[in-house]
């Protein structure tokens, strides 16, 4: 549980599919995680991880739309994980979604005494922290969870890499003005990377890149058309409410 000077809120996802309780300081959820889950593509009797989880937004949209999934939600701040494991409970998706109090860049021994060996997971996801570190927020855990050390992305990466089965899939969202150093991120272990950018209204630039790979993978790379999040009324695209409200899929691949 939060401790009693971390005051939270309750707050509905995916069109009240799911109501997390998340601190009311710090970095809350929002549109990224319900993107991040549709965008990764796990099936029943899969096992997928999410790095970096906090209240356990994404991972949970991801169980919640795909029924007899397996999710562990890894999360470095232990009130933010203890939220997790709340809000899993709360969601009647505890038999299938646990938390673990881990810090991504952990050694290999830690994440085996959690119960997660090498090359065992069919999907990772996540939503590393993407800001520079400058004009940081005075919030520690807004800090924690906004702004990136250099080298941070590649260090996630690498996590994923161990955790992934040959052939698994990660899926990631990132600024899309990073693009170029998540394709370095990428460039040794991974390919079938497929690139969907994220837009907010027609004719803007992207903002957002979601962004899949596959470990050990020779394919090439594909580039797919984009999401654009509303109209040029400001009202949200048929697209995006399917996905934000409805939990509908995203398909990053060439098929």
Known sequence: MAAAADPTSEDALLGGKLVLRQPLRGHRFGHDAVL???????????????????????GLALARRVEGLAVTLIELDPNLAALARENAARNTLADRVRAVCLDVAAP????????LALDSADHVLMNPPFNAPHNLSPDQARRLAHAASPGALAQWIDTAARLLRPQGALTLIWRADGLAEVLTALASGFGAIAIMPVYPRPAAAAIRVLVSAAKTSNAPLTLLPGLVLAGSDNKPSAQAEAVLRDGVALVLSAG
């Open 36 to 58: 991040l889950a549709a965008a990764t593509p796990a099936r029943m009797g899969e096992h997928a991880i999410e790095l970096g989880a906090g209240v356990g937004a994404a």
């Open 108 to 115: 290999v021994a830690q994440f085996a005494d959690a119960g």
